[in-house]
């Protein structure tokens, strides 16, 4: 059980740690736990997530599959995806990450050494058995789950291509019945062009695309994107409410990065976010020791990128929410006149 610390909890709420006792005896938070051994006050998951309903914060009742996906290899994908997750399982949201790379990178950087991963059943496993609710693992003390991967996932690849009838909504149906357990399905695609990474962007409600500031990077854009492009053309379940490019890496030393980023702006637009993650070794430091960023280094540079990418996509996720309600408010008010 996630246990947090008062001034933890008040930072995500955005309240002073002595204000808490105030919304405490106002009843607008409930109360704080003791633990039995120190005393100390904390809160729970349950805590912070009815905290938020009381106070007003957004609390997100709607499922949402985000893909974090790049045909280039080396861009920090999982990395990112795995912080990511982990940073809105602290949150208080209910996050369910998918490895979809036969690598297992995700489910590494998440904890889980290679040697315990070769013998964890995959997403294939699911569809073998027709209930993915079965490879779906609980890790971190029960904050997230997980379906990992393994060298076994290659048989998916191979099942897809066998099919003949909308081999490419394979996904988005198996995950149909799961989603109204999460307020997030966090999925980590593998560098390569495929029926899987099709499948995850055909399934997505956000398309995550990490970059790295060089040419090689800039350059695997464009076949992505024009698989995009086909896909909102032709494929029938496809309904990506936005694209987000990510710089990973950034270096302020190096001049070339700021012109990529400077020409990503200009061909991409509001696509490009932001937040740019900087470059820190501390990084690799976590994942030698299967650790998230946050676990290793809560007060490093990443941690604090990985925090303004997420309150940024948060953020812009309550805006378009709020034009849907509008839009929907709209058409049911004119379809009762």
Known sequence: MKKFKIKEFASLLG????????????GK????????????????????????RRLGLPVSERSAVQVFINYKG???????????????????????????????????????????????????DGVSDGDITKVILSIKNGLLKLIPSNMNLTVFEKYLQQQNIAVETKLYK??????????????????SVSLSNINAMVAADDIIVPVVPDYLS??????????????????????????????????????IADVLINTLRNDYGDMLMKTILRQDATVERAQA???????????????????SFTNELLEEEKNLTRRTDEKEKKVTKEGAL
Not at 29 to 52: F, V
Not at 174 to 187: D, E, R, S, T
Not at 293 to 299: C, D, T, V
């Open 218 to 255: 800039y350059d695997g854009l464009n076949l992505l994107f024009k698989d995009i492009s086909a896909l909102k053309e032709n494929a029938t379940f496809y309904h990506a409410r936005r694209i987000k490019i990510v710089v990973n890496r950034y270096d302020q030393r190096l001049t």
């Open 74 to 124: 080396g861009t920090g994908k999982s990395t990112i995806a795995s912080s990511y997750a982990y940073n809105l399982a602290m949150m208080g949201f209910n996050v369910l990450a998918i490895d979809l790379d036969p690598q297992g990178h995700l489910t590494r950087s998440l904890g889980i050494p290679d040697e315990t991963a070769r013998g964890l059943p995959t997403l294939i």
């Open 15 to 26: 309240y002073h740690p002595q204000y808490l006792r105030i919304l405490e005896k106002e």
């Open 174 to 191: 198996l995950l149909q019945p799961i989603l109204p357990n999460y307020h997030y399905v966090v999925i980590d695609c593998a560098p």
């Open 289 to 307: 020791k299967l650790l998230t960023i946050f676990e290793y280094a809560r007060r490093s540079k990443f941690a604090e990128d990985i925090m």
């Open 29 to 52: 938070i409930p109360k704080a736990r003791r633990d039995p051994k120190t005393n100390w006050r904390y809160y729970t998951l349950e805590d912070l997530i009815e905290a938020k």
